[in-house]
């Protein structure tokens, strides 16, 4: 069974910095796409960036040069560098991997993490 952990979340005043970590275990072969989403109180899910195995980025307007998103694949995990945070990027912040492709042959679509909550806040 493929799982994903994430960590790294917490308070930080605005203006400061936050790294969050996503690690996938499991009898893991490859990984496309590892990405973040986020979900602030009393709105949808959204996108926040993904990287997929080849190095492809993307951004949602609202974190792009703020953001960077990077991914270490021999230890498949993906990291979220968070900088010049507003209070607006409060939220709970989910990692998303898929598809996966166990060593068994056996294929994920997507797997999601619990989430971290990130507090932007004075």
């Known amino acids: 069974q493929v799982q994903l952990v994430e960590s790294g979340g917490g308070l930080v005043q605005p203006g400061g910095s936050l790294r969050l970590s996503c690690a996938a275990s499991?009898?893991?072969?490859?990984?496309?796409?590892m990405g973040w989403y986020r979900q602030a109180p009393g709105k949808q899910r959204e996108l926040v960036a993904t990287?997929?195995?080849?190095?492809?980025?993307t951004f949602a307007d609202s974190v792009k040069g703020r953001f960077t998103i990077s991914r270490d694949n021999a230890e498949n995990t993906v990291y979220l560098h968070m900088n010049s945070l507003k209070p607006e990027d409060t939220a709970v912040y989910y990692c998303?991997?898929?598809?996966?492709?166990?060593?068994?042959?056996?294929?994920?679509?997507?797997?999601w993490g619990p989430g971290t909550l990130v507090t932007v806040s004075s």
């Open positions: 499991g009898s893991i072969f490859t990984i496309s796409a």
């Open positions: 990287i997929t195995s080849g190095g492809r980025k």
């Open positions: 998303n991997a898929g598809p996966i492709m166990t060593t068994v042959g056996y294929r994920y679509l997507e797997v």
